[in-house]
Nanobody, 115 residues
Framework: QVQLVESGGGLVQAGGSLRLSCAAS????????MAWYRQAPGKQRELVAS???????NYADSVKGRFTISGDNAKNTVYLRMNSLKPEDTAVYSC?????????WGQGTQVTVSS
């Protein structure tokens, strides 16, 4: 049974930084790719960043240059480093792992950015 556990969310002032962690119960190499999504109140869930097993990354335009996704294979953990946070980054951030055709999700972690 694959489990994903997120941590690192919280309340931060605009301009601040946070690092989210997504710890997997299996090797992250077992996934085709992993990603972070977010969903703000009243909005659809959106892809924030993704990373493949080869290390290729992809970012939403709204976070390019501010967020960095990375993986630590030894810790079976994927991180999302978030810098220069803005109030519009406020959302529940969820970790996703794809092991085609299966799709796994964490429980989500709240990020709140105050102005």
């Amino acid at each position: 049974q694959v489990q994903l556990v997120e941590s690192g969310g919280g309340l931060v002032q605009a301009g601040g930084s946070l690092r989210l962690s997504c710890a997997a119960s299996v090797s992250i190499f077992s996934f085709n790719y992993m990603a972070w999504y977010r969903q703000a109140p009243g909005k659809q869930r959106e892809l924030v960043a993704s990373i493949t097993t080869s290390g290729s990354t992809n970012y939403a335009d709204s976070v390019k240059g501010r967020f960095t996704i990375s993986g630590d294979n030894a810790k079976n953990t994927v991180y999302l480093r978030m810098n220069s946070l803005k109030p519009e980054d406020t959302a529940v951030y969820s970790c996703n792992a794809k092991q085609i055709p299966r799709d796994y999700w964490g429980q989500g972690t709240q990020v709140t950015v105050s102005s």
